[in-house]
């Protein structure tokens, strides 16, 4: 009985009152869900309709779903983290539970909150934007989807069981070494990245096929909106980057579970051969996730200011110039490591040439706006909000790419603050603007307006109060990951503003729940397909699509395709039944649940391996070979949509946006 007492206390994490109310909570909503859906005989339903589907449509929802969760997830630790530095010599954390705290928000926020979030846009827009029927490889886009999940589930679980990784979200060695962090936080870190990260390559390879190979009729490069180029820019580094993750996780594993020494300097490892990998990956992902917001803005400065975009060639040429040099600019974050003058003279210009063709599409989205008819809608705000916050980031990033300036401010509460409001200016504002542009398209209701404009304002005003007096308290000598500081070092004050403007970043997330709620029960019905007069080829089909997008797929003439037919009056067509002689049996993916059980098989393997039980992670492994042969053996994976059903599903669809239709 003792043995098993021991064993219990050492697998589920046991002695903080937040930990035990989590579990609670935890406990409390997984019985919701699985009463919920008993009740309501919903579990086929589930099964059928969403976790065994490969439309990218459904898949496009279920990732914004898991942003959103961690989104709250990643914000909670934030909360949390403020708090304790509200005051001084506060004792709400211990300094171990900061540490875990800090590491989890920012892997959460980074891979797990900004990436799904990334992949929910890419799936909901690119395949109607480049009038396609579905992604290049929609199983693929299934597996990437559910490796994301499993991998994030594992990360998660780290939480109430075995503990937290603390070694922050770079995870450097030594400290990360077995020797200095013997726990099974660690194993969650890699092992959760590591699969999760799979998906994401996958995505990216699927993207760059889909916009590369699956494109309209007509559709040139020269005519493909801007968001899909951001999407293809962000796949190229994607497809460069993620690797060298992998492989520096990877090895990081095998010190800890095999005994080798890669990082290991005793037995002739290097922890420097890690940092460059990983920054390898880490600085580009900053482009890989601030790429496609920058493809959002075009999308929406274009469309409420009813304007053709300002300098779309320049707006391509500066996507792949930020795609090529964002790549070159990894070493900067560790200029203080003496890598030598020249090595960080070279990366210290490469990282300022970054804002070249950054200032052309902040100039080309502002005289975009130029005598515009500007539209204040939700998108648009998101899309101004950015502008400003931008600028800083810009501003203060060009300071600690001043290689001297940045042995002062690295490590400092100014780069905390710098970071913020790139990743928060940049990726977070430009998401929520693309979740309300094509939460319509999606869905076929729009969110409310009034709710979403006090979100709005409690965020800006939240974003600035928290993240403006940390560049004071960087100047001021406070670095970062200090968990508590001394009364008499005249931080106080500007810690108090900074946690109170977290609170209200808080409660506007909270506003942003509230208004999916509300729109999900009251929300009213969009019946046009087009809610914001939009210019671009998803906006000239019902909402929400049908399952195959387009009955006909379209030929482009024009950039703005959309736009031009409304232009010419072709878009009086637009509602009416496609001619009959133009339907043709539609090919379509079957449902799958290999996907799901590949996901599910990573993950038994991956718990296994975090707490050295072997015989799991062979089960796993079996698993995963079970998945493959099985698809390998399957033949029964497509069918085709009748023309009949084309004719019933085109005239449901099309019931209230126009009377009169004929077929």
Known sequence: MSGLNAFLSHFFVTGDPLIYASDVLIVLVSLGIIVTLTYLKKWKWLW?????????????????????????????????????????????????????????????????????????LFNAAVPLQIGARDVAFPYLNAISFWLFFFGCLLFNLSFVIGGSPDGGWTSYPPLTELGFS?????NYYILGILISGLGSTATGINFMATILK????????????????????????ILFAFPALTVALALLLLDRTMGTDFFTILHGGNPMQFVNLFWVWGHPEVYIVVLPAFGVYSEVVSTFSRKTVFGYKSMVFSLLAITVIGYLTWAHHFFTMGAGASVNTFFAISTMCVGIPTGVKMFNWLFTMFRGRIQFKLPMLWTLAFIPAFAIAGATGIMLAAAPADYQFHNSQFLVAHFHMALIGGVVFGYVAGMYYWWPKLFGFSLDERLGRWAFWLWQIGFYGCFGPQFALGFMGMTRRMYTYPANMGWNT???????GAYLM?????FIGAQIVYSILKGKRDVTGDPWDGRTLEWSIPSPPPLYNFAVIPTVQARDEWWRRKQSGEAAQRAAFPAEASLQPIHMPRNSSIPFLVGLSFFVGGFGTVFHWYGMSIVGGVGILLCLLARSLQENVDYYVPVDEIKRTEIHLREGVTHGLHV
């Open 48 to 120: 059928r309709e969403w976790l065994t589907t490969v439309d990218h449509k459904r898949i496009a929802i279920m990732y914004l779903i898991a942003a959103i969760l961690m989104l709250f997830r990643g914000g909670a630790d934030a909360e949390l983290l403020r708090t304790q530095l509200a005051v001084p010599n506060n004792s709400f954390l211990t300094a171990e539970h900061y540490d875990q705290i800090f590491t989890t928000h920012g892997t959460i926020m980074i891979l797990f909150m900004a990436m799904p979030m990334m992949f929910a």
């Open 494 to 500: 500007l810690n108090l503003v900074s946690t109170c």
């Open 182 to 186: 013997p726990g099974p936080g660690e």
């Open 506 to 510: 808080g409660v506007a997330f909270l």
């Open 214 to 237: 699956m494109r309209a009729p007509g559709m040139t490069l020269m005519k493909l909106p801007l968001f899909c180029w951001s999407v293809l820019s962000s796949s190229i580094i």
